[in-house]
């Protein structure tokens, strides 16, 4: 166990609609990640946040966003979805600002029919 | 840009000892390597920074060529639970601007 909670496991939606994938970090870290995970692309970096503020920024689209909130935990809000959406997506969080050992949730796999 | 893994698949007998690489197109500050298990989360092998040591786990190491932006992933003497899928992610030095590129994996298949 990371540590880390991530909820719902599992969502199906359908296309054209929005849903939000909660985080939880570990107790005492303050960076919050978000990756999608597809079967053909690896692990792609959506966006990072530190305390509260956004950190860094990959190729997250515009129908995302994400947030973290003052008790650390962060949301990540998908809406207008499509198809391609599908996949794992995953937080992990740390204790500093920048890159160092991170720990994953177990993932929320989104399915959009 | 997404830094490049090879190989993508690698089936080993328990005992045999195997060699992942991981090369950039950009000079790179950090290099870090996560195993995912099938099903699961991944999780955290190592970090290896520019200007850092070679750096090392029981049977697992790793090197960091600052000079060719590569590093490889070494597995000494395969056990089973070493199977999974392996990702290196770079941290461009020039940017540095913290994102984390994951390459697509390596997957490594340990047999009995």
């Known amino acids: 166990d990371s540590g880390v909670t991530q909820t719902p496991k599992h969502l199906i939606t359908a296309t054209g609609q929005r849903v939000t994938l909660r985080c939880s970090p570990r107790?005492?870290?303050?960076?919050v990640y978000w990756y999608q995970q597809s079967l053909d692309q690896g692990l792609q970096f959506l966006i990072q946040?530190?305390?509260?503020?956004?950190?860094a920024k990959g190729n997250i689209l515009e129908r995302f966003s994400a947030q973290q909130f003052p008790d650390l935990h962060s949301e990540l809000n998908l809406s207008s979805l499509e198809l391609g959406d599908s996949a794992l997506y995953f937080c992990?969080?740390?204790?500093?600002?920048?890159?160092?050992?991170?720990?994953f949730g177990q993932g929320t796999r989104l399915t959009v029919v | 840009q997404q830094p490049v893994q090879s190989p993508q698949a690698v089936i080993l007998r328990e005992g045999e000892d195997a060699v992942i690489n991981c090369s950039s197109s950009?000079?790179?500050?950090?290099v870090h390597w996560y195993r995912q298990k099938h099903g699961e989360a991944p999780v955290f092998l190592m970090i290896?920074?520019?200007?850092?040591e070679q750096k090392g786990h029981e049977k697992i190491s790793a090197s960091f060529n600052e000079k060719k932006q590569q590093s490889s992933l070494y597995l000494t003497a395969s056990q089973l639970s070493y199977s999974g899928t392996y990702f290196c992610?770079?941290?461009?030095?020039?940017?540095?601007?913290?994102?984390?590129?994951f390459g697509k994996g390596t997957r490594l298949h340990i047999l009995p």
């Open positions: 992990a969080s740390s204790a500093g600002p920048f890159n160092t050992e991170a720990f």
């Open positions: 107790s005492g870290d303050l960076s």
């Open positions: 946040y530190y305390n509260g503020e956004e950190r």
């Open positions: 950009k000079a790179l500050y950090s």
């Open positions: 290896l920074l520019k200007g850092g």
């Open positions: 992610g770079t941290e461009s030095e020039v940017n540095r601007d913290d994102k984390i590129i």
